[in-house]
């Protein structure tokens, strides 16, 4: 298919709605300029909308990935190992769909593995696939959870994002500073308080 030509786009869980093609894109980011009060003629924003869809290709490049096939390929072999699996700081680059304004910063994800284990850099690249989409950030915890639970099966999840939002620190109450904390437990998680306890504090120690 011509990677310029309009094409099934995801709405929600349903291919519902058609995506516009590049060059309605590039119109859409000239329309803006222009109603922003700018001549998207001159000579500085001439390029503005190429630099504007390809960025919003990258911003959003999680639409076009699949968190199944990351979590597909799995290891038996973890010779009884059945503690926590913890990954800190692994970075957020979101944006609020909401306003469309950026959220940033970490998530610490742990999982209780029961007969088999998945390469911790595919548990990052769940996050970054998640992230890379429209979100709010009460729904990106969940679906990073839910997402694991489903395809490996733990004994437990544990997920906690801390992230800024661009949304309220540069319009609005303009409140910098005030990050906004997430969780979202599942099985041993959220049966074991010590264990919970464990997390965090292993998480943002």
Known sequence: MDAHATKPVLVGNDAVSLRPSREEALKAVRTLLAWAGDNPDREGLKDTPKRVVDAYAEWFEGYEADPAKELSRTFEDVQGYDDMVLLRDI??????????????????????????????????????????????????????????????????????????HQCMTTRGVHHRHVSTITTRFTGAFKDNPALTERFLKLAKG
Do not use: W
């Not at 944006?95 to 970490?106: Q, R, T, V, W, Y």
């Not at 029961?114 to 390469?119: A, I, S, W």
């Not at 595919?122 to 950030?137: G, P, Y």
């Open 91 to 164: 970075e957020v680059e979101s944006h609020c769909e909401h306003h469309m304004a950026p959220f940033l910063g970490k998530a610490y994800v742990a999982y209780m593995p029961t007969e088999k284990v998945v390469g911790i850099s595919k548990i990052a690249r769940v996050v970054e696939i998640f992230s890379k989409r429209l979100q709010t950030q009460e729904v990106l915890t969940n679906q990073i959870a839910q997402s694991i639970e489903d395809h490996l099966h733990p004994a437990g999840v544990a997920v906690l994002i801390d992230a800024e």
